[in-house]
């Protein structure tokens, strides 16, 4: 059975980003600046190249400069068109007719709320999610590796790395099955144990391939850890019913929700570019 084209993909935006204050206090963490692009651009860059057609932004207050960086900028461009200098800087930026869907959750209840708010936008459609605060530095892309993976076994899939044992608690953790490669069954799915009740050290990182039946399991609105109603515990609901795979993707992820992470972020990012390496190591070899 030939799986459908996976055409749309959820950004959860709506989310304080606390962690990083008072940088976020008037600006959305996603539109903060890895080297010399917001995170929220790292991530449709990633969704493109995977074939994504439709980015949906669950939104919230405060959240409009992200629709906006992706709209045309007149009065920019024609400055720059002034001044003969090009465009091509910009065209990352510049979202197609309908690429960028927008939908507002408007009570913080947790990722798996977020997800459902999309699911009228989504429809009876497979679709990715992406949080962009986990950068993943690779090539291909983390979800162009998944998309390909997907394609041979269908049904759900997320991204996961190994997590030290004593940080379980800061991510779902997956039951392993079998193994293949770098594909992995899951066979459960618990959301932050404790360290000495992990099934494993595979940890869910911040990507995802689900089956549209995932929104009707969320519309129970059932609360999970923290009082939150989570993505994590309906996937959970679904093993067994529909090929459930873990793949452990090749690229580097970055916490950019994190203070340490997102400095991180920045200078590898900086040492992967020609044009800043050389000084990058200068300074850091002067330390």
Same mark, same amino acid.
């Given at each position: 059975?030939?799986?459908?084209?996976?055409?749309? $993909? %959820?950004?959860?935006?709506?989310?304080?980003?606390?962690?990083?204050?008072?940088?976020?206090?008037?600006?959305?963490?996603?539109?903060?600046?890895?080297?010399?692009?917001?995170?929220?651009?790292?991530?449709?860059?990633?969704?493109? +190249?995977?074939?994504?057609?439709?980015?949906?932004?669950?939104?919230?207050?405060?959240?409009?400069?992200?629709?906006?960086?992706?709209?045309?900028?007149?009065?920019?461009?024609?400055?720059?068109?002034?001044?003969?200098?090009?465009?091509?800087?910009?065209?990352?930026?510049?979202?197609?007719?309908?690429?960028?869907?927008? %939908?507002?959750?408007? +009570?913080?209840?947790?990722?798996?709320?977020?997800?459902?708010?999309?699911?009228?936008?989504?429809?009876?459609?497979?679709?990715?999610?992406?949080?962009?605060?986990?950068?993943?530095?690779?090539?291909?892309?983390?979800?162009?590796?998944?998309?390909?993976?997907?394609?041979?076994? =269908?049904?759900?899939?997320?991204?996961?790395?190994?997590?030290?044992?004593?940080?379980?608690?800061?991510?779902?953790?997956?039951?392993?099955? =079998?193994?293949? =490669?770098?594909?992995?069954?899951?066979?459960?799915?618990?959301?932050?144990? $404790?360290?000495?009740?992990?099934?494993?050290?595979?940890?869910?990182?911040?990507?995802?391939?689900?089956?549209?039946? %995932?929104?009707?399991?969320?519309?129970?609105?059932?609360?999970?850890?923290?009082?939150?109603?989570?993505?994590?515990?309906?996937?959970?609901?679904?093993?067994?019913?529909?090929?459930?795979?873990?793949?452990?993707?090749? $690229? %580097?992820?970055?916490?950019? =929700?994190?203070?340490?992470?997102?400095?991180?972020?920045?200078? $590898?990012?900086?040492?992967?570019?020609?044009?800043?390496?050389?000084?990058?190591?200068?300074?850091?070899?002067?330390?």
């Amino acid at each position: 059975m030939t799986n459908p084209a996976l055409r749309k $993909a %959820v950004f959860p935006v709506a989310g304080l980003g606390t962690r990083l204050l008072p940088a976020t206090k008037s600006m959305p963490k996603e539109m903060l600046t890895i080297v010399d692009r917001p995170l929220i651009q790292y991530a449709v860059d990633e969704a493109r +190249e995977a074939g994504i057609e439709q980015m949906i932004f669950v939104t919230g207050r405060g959240k409009s400069s992200l629709v906006d960086y992706f709209d045309s900028a007149f009065e920019l461009e024609a400055v720059l068109r002034e001044k003969g200098k090009s465009l091509d800087v910009l065209e990352p930026s510049r979202a197609k007719f309908g690429e960028v869907v927008t %939908v507002r959750q408007q +009570e913080p209840l947790g990722l798996g709320h977020a997800v459902w708010s999309a699911r009228h936008i989504v429809g009876d459609e497979p679709f990715a999610v992406i949080l962009p605060d986990d950068l993943m530095a690779g090539k291909p892309g983390a979800l162009r590796q998944m998309v390909d993976a997907w394609n041979e076994v =269908g049904g759900n899939m997320i991204a996961t790395e190994e997590v030290p044992a004593e940080k379980t608690n800061s991510y779902g953790i997956i039951t392993p099955g =079998g193994t293949h =490669g770098k594909l992995t069954e899951v066979l459960g799915l618990v959301e932050k144990p $404790a360290p000495q009740d992990a099934p494993s050290r595979l940890g869910v990182i911040g990507r995802y391939i689900l089956q549209p039946d %995932v929104m009707r399991v969320l519309d129970a609105g059932e609360r999970g850890a923290g009082g939150e109603i989570q993505l994590t515990d309906a996937m959970a609901k679904l093993i067994g019913k529909q090929p459930f795979h873990a793949l452990k993707v090749d $690229a %580097v992820r970055h916490d950019c =929700g994190d203070r340490a992470g997102f400095v991180i972020a920045n200078i $590898a990012l900086a040492l992967d570019r020609d044009d800043l390496a050389p000084k990058i190591r200068e300074y850091l070899g002067s330390l």
